[in-house]
C-alpha cells in the first residue's frame, strides 16, 4: 500500500488550504499539523491538470480506514446542513487528509485517543474537474449552453500558402456574433 510524501492540490483548492492556515481555523492540533503536510507537500496543478483520479474539493471519494470496509463521502469545503452523513469536510482529519490523494494511495493521521489510523483512497467515484472536462470534450471544446465560441484551426503555419487563403472562418461558424470596436 504507498503512502504519500506528497499530494496534488488543484490552485483553488491549495489556496483554501492556505486561507485555513492563515485564518488558524484548523486549531485542533492534528488538524493544523496534517494542514502544515498538505501545503508543505502539495504538487500544484491547473484544475484542468488534475489526473481524474485524484480527491478534490466535491469529489466523491470510496476510501478505507485500517482495513475496514470502504465507505463512500463527498469532500467537502464544510458541513452543510441537510447532507448528514453524505460529506467528509476539510475541517475535519479525515476530510482534509484524503484531500489531493489519488487512487490506492493511503495516509495515516493520529485520531482522538492518540492512536494512528490510515486512510486508503479506494476510488474517486466523481470528480468534478473530470466531469467538466468530459462535457468539455463531448462538445467538441466548449460546454454546451457555455456561449463561448468553439475554436478551429483556420490556418496553419507548415500548410502551404494556396490552400491557405481559401479559409475563412465566418462569424457564424462560431456562433459569436460580436463585431467587435470597430462597429461602434
Do not use: W
Not at 39 to 45: D, K, L
Not at 64 to 92: C, F, W
Not at 152 to 179: C, I, M, T, W, Y
Amino acid at each position: 500500500m504507498p503512502t504519500i510524501d506528497s499530494c496534488q492540490l488543484t490552485t483553488k483548492d491549495y489556496t483554501i488550504l492556505e486561507v485555513m492556515r492563515d485564518r488558524h481555523l484548523a486549531r485542533e492540533e492534528a488538524l493544523s499539523a496534517i494542514l502544515k503536510r498538505k501545503i508543505s507537500s502539495a504538487v500544484v496543478v491547473f484544475r484542468d491538470d488534475i489526473p481524474a483520479t485524484v480527491v478534490t474539493l466535491s469529489s466523491r471519494v470510496a476510501y478505507r480506514v485500517n482495513e475496514g470496509p470502504a465507505e463512500t463521502r463527498i469532500v467537502s469545503h464544510d458541513e452543510m446542513r441537510g447532507l448528514v452523513g453524505m460529506l467528509l469536510p476539510i475541517t475535519s482529519p479525515r476530510g482534509l487528509a484524503l484531500l489531493g490523494l489519488a487512487e490506492g494511495q493511503s495516509i495515516s493521521i493520529p485520531t482522538a485517543d492518540g492512536g494512528l489510523e490510515t486512510l486508503t483512497v479506494h476510488e474517486v467515484v466523481y470528480q468534478p474537474e473530470a466531469a467538466t472536462r468530459e462535457k468539455l470534450n463531448l462538445a467538441g471544446g466548449a460546454a454546451p449552453g457555455s456561449g463561448r465560441p468553439v475554436l478551429r484551426v483556420v490556418h496553419r503555419s507548415d500548410e502551404p500558402q494556396d490552400k491557405a487563403e481559401n479559409k475563412l472562418l465566418a462569424v457564424s461558424d462560431v456562433g459569436f456574433d460580436d463585431p467587435g470596436p470597430s462597429a461602434a
